[in-house]
């Protein structure tokens, strides 16, 4: 098991930036591919971006594409969502997501949940 901890959540205006980060406290990380997901009141929890473990691949719902950025840095375990142009939509509680292999794929199952992290975008 990983252990994930999220951080970065706040409140920002319309159009302003966040960057969150996803910390692993415990376990290995390198290995395996990492996620976000985010989740609104009484909505379902959805897929927001992914990241292979090496980096080199990329995936995001269209929602997000041109906006948000995922990334890491395997020798701090540190997973990064850049969040740019940021619209009232996306308020949610973001969480990071360990992958159960290297690879990201949209079918995979998770192996680790973070806590979450609060995003609150104000128009």
């Known amino acids: 098991q990983v252990q994930l901890v999220e951080s970065g959540g706040g409140l920002v205006q319309a159009g302003g930036s966040l960057r969150l980060s996803c910390v692993a406290s415990s376990g290995t990380f390198s290995i395996y591919a990492m996620g976000w997901f985010r989740q609104a009141p009484g909505k379902e929890r959805e897929f927001v971006a992914g990241?292979?473990?090496?980096?080199?691949?990329?995936y995001y719902v269209d929602s997000v594409k041109g906006r948000f950025t995922i990334s890491r840095d395997n020798a701090k375990r540190m997973v990064y969502l850049q969040m740019n142009s940021l619209k009232p939509e996306d308020t949610a509680v973001y969480y990071c997501?360990?992958?159960?292999?290297?690879?990201?794929?949209?079918?995979?199952?998770?192996?680790?949940w973070g806590q979450g992290t609060q995003v609150t975008v104000s128009s």
């Open positions: 997501a360990r992958a159960i292999g290297g690879e990201w794929t949209m079918s995979g199952r998770i192996g680790d």
């Open positions: 990241i292979n473990w090496k980096g080199s691949n990329t």
